[in-house]
């Protein structure tokens, strides 16, 4: 993470970005449509589903339309029989001939028999026996006489399955038997082949047994649904739904009856795939997508470039670099035209302004250096006027006193000196001026030809202010003439001064002047004890705010005064003069 000041994170700045707000913007926009085209298209699915689930049961009518028919005429000739057996008091000789007359007549019905109440045959068409189901099934359809059709695993002869369709055969309240009529089931079996769409067929009857099956009873994994058992699905009016067959794959069902209570059809084929559920989500996915592309192609030719052009301009003039011409746009809106105008005229208004700024710093410059040198000149006149009062002053304590205001007088010509020459004004080298002070009391304080004192300097280069440089000026000025008023010569060594000026870091400083004690060098600059000297001093030190130290020995004597080094404030240019 970036601290306080630093850039944003990538993230953070992409959630901040034109883009990122722009696709938030249209996504909220964009959602009413979506939400829109979610349900046009659940709707259209919808639709989709009903239509198929329509031309399914269609499909599955059309196609029972033949076993209706066949089995309707089954159940007529069956009736017909049944009407001409009760003329014949239930049989007898005749009513295996009459069953084999109507065999030979209808031309699709292989056999014909007559079965008693107990389930025993008692004619047939060819003189073999019949059955309607096992005798736990006779039972229930002798209960409950009622239409019935049933599977048989084939004929006597070993011939194809064929489907056995019985009539209850009714007396008053007696129950006399049923009337069969057996159709080949390769007759009633295929029933898509007058189908434009391969869906595929099967009969069943209310016991949920398959009857017939297109094109055969041999795979009807694929059409049986897997939810209930067919039995469930018999009765009621035709309809269509939804589902999953055994083989786990989704199928749309429909069941239409037949013959009604008796026969119904069930028909099944895949939903149709031209729209599914995927297509839903994907198409409001890609209209998103698509006008989110749309929308940040067309911002970015119409606004983010132009942007990103005027911030390169802007970071460029920000980081100091005032040298490019108008920024223009390209083909831009008028609204960025208008604040390219803006910066354009914002820019020269700055420069403009800056040029003033330094033709306005450059003249208060010269003015001010201007000023240090009169002042400069001034002091030195006023130096040549002492040096005059000094050799023609009668007594040695009136030179001595006028010496040391000339070299306090010195110490501030020396600033003004430094000043008037410096390039930069707003900070002060203290080395510089202190070795130029230096230099100075080597030519005042050397006395006249006496004994040669050594100077030894070592000073860090240290910046002041102009304010401090000052009181640190005439700080020095003052310990250095007490120095030289004050040194001495040890035993075996010459007399020596020496002037340090050391930078300790983190804005602090400390002066150091150290002068040798020993036999007087000067005898004629004697005290006379006034302590004006050290008074000065420390009036020095309290304004550059620091603090005094004094070291004194047997051979040698100095001060040192640490202080703090003051920040540039812009706002002072002006060099105070000391009080007179």
Avoid at 181 to 200: K, S
Avoid at 202 to 229: K, V
Avoid at 551 to 558: D, H, K, P, V
Wanted: charged content about 25%; proline content about 6%.
């Amino acid at each position: 993470m970036t601290g306080p000041g630093g850039p944003p994170p990538p993230r953070r700045r992409f959630m901040r970005s034109l883009t990122s707000q722009l696709i938030a913007v249209l996504t909220v926009a964009l959602l009413p449509l979506g939400l829109i085209s979610l349900y046009q298209t659940s709707e259209v699915l919808e639709e989709t589903r009903a239509l198929s689930e329509t031309a399914l049961l269609g499909q599955t009518e059309r196609a029972a339309e033949r076993e209706r028919t066949l089995i309707e005429g089954a159940f007529g000739a069956a009736a017909a029989a049944g009407a001409a057996l009760l003329e014949l008091r239930r049989g007898g000789d005749a009513c295996g001939p009459m069953l084999a007359r109507l065999v030979e007549t209808g031309p699709r019905f292989v056999h014909a028999a007559f079965i008693g109440p107990d389930g025993a045959t008692i004619c047939s068409s060819d003189g073999q026996p019949a059955s309607l189901g096992d005798t736990e099934r006779y039972e229930t359809y002798r209960a409950s006489p009622r239409r019935v059709v049933e599977i048989e695993a084939g004929a006597p002869e070993g011939g194809p399955p064929v489907l056995t369709v019985g009539v209850p055969l009714v007396a008053g309240t007696s129950f006399l038997g049923y009337v069969t009529i057996g159709v080949p089931h390769a007759v009633a079996g295929p029933l898509n082949e007058e189908t434009d769409r391969q869906a595929e067929l099967l009969t069943f009857n209310a016991e949920g047994t398959i009857l017939s099956a297109g094109p055969g009873l041999g795979d009807i994994a694929r059409t049986l649904p897997a939810a209930h058992e067919l039995a469930w699905y018999f009765g009621g009016a035709p309809r269509a739904f939804l589902g999953r067959n055994t083989l786990g794959e989704e199928r749309v069902f429909a069941v239409v009856p037949i013959v009604d209570d008796t026969v119904y059809a069930l028909g099944s084929w895949p939903p149709e795939r031209s729209l599914n559920g995927a297509m839903a989500l994907v198409f409001p996915l890609l209209m998103w997508i698509v006008s989110i592309f749309v929308a940040y192609f067309g911002l970015n030719r119409l606004v983010i470039r132009h942007v990103r052009r005027l911030q390169r301009r802007m970071r460029l003039y920000s980081a100091g670099h005032h040298e490019f011409g108008t920024v223009r746009l390209d083909r831009a809106p008028e609204e960025l035209d208008e604040v390219a105008a803006t910066f354009n005229t914002m820019t020269r208004t700055l420069n403009e302004n800056e040029r003033r700024r330094e033709e306005d710093l450059q003249e208060k410059t010269v003015l001010l250096k201007e000023v240090h040198h009169r002042v400069k000149n001034n002091l030195q006149l006023i130096s040549s006027i002492m040096n005059m009062q000094i050799r023609a002053a009668a007594t040695d304590e009136a030179r001595r006193v006028l010496r040391r205001v000339q070299d306090r007088v010195m110490g501030l010509a020396t600033i003004h000196r430094y000043l008037y020459t410096a390039r930069n004004l707003g900070t002060v080298r203290a080395d510089t001026l202190l070795r130029e002070i230096i230099n100075q009391l080597g030519v005042v304080g050397s006395g006249g030809g006496e004994a040669a004192v050594r100077i030894s300097e070592h000073l860090d280069p240290v910046e002041i202010t102009p304010d401090q440089s000052v009181p640190l000026s005439l700080l020095a000025t003052e310990a250095a003439t007490n120095a030289v008023k004050y040194v001495g010569r040890p035993r075996d060594e010459d007399p020596w001064i020496s002037l340090v000026l050391k930078d300790l870091g983190g804005r602090k400083a400390v002066l150091s002047i150290v002068n040798s004690l020993g036999d007087p060098v000067h005898d004629a600059l004697e005290d006379n004890g006034s302590g004006l000297g050290s008074r000065l001093i420390e009036s020095f030190v309290t304004q550059l705010g620091g603090t005094l130290e004094t070291e004194a020995g047997t051979e040698r004597f100095g001060i040192h005064v640490s202080f703090e080094i003051a920040e540039f404030d812009p706002e002072k240019e002006a060099v105070p003069l000391p009080d007179a």
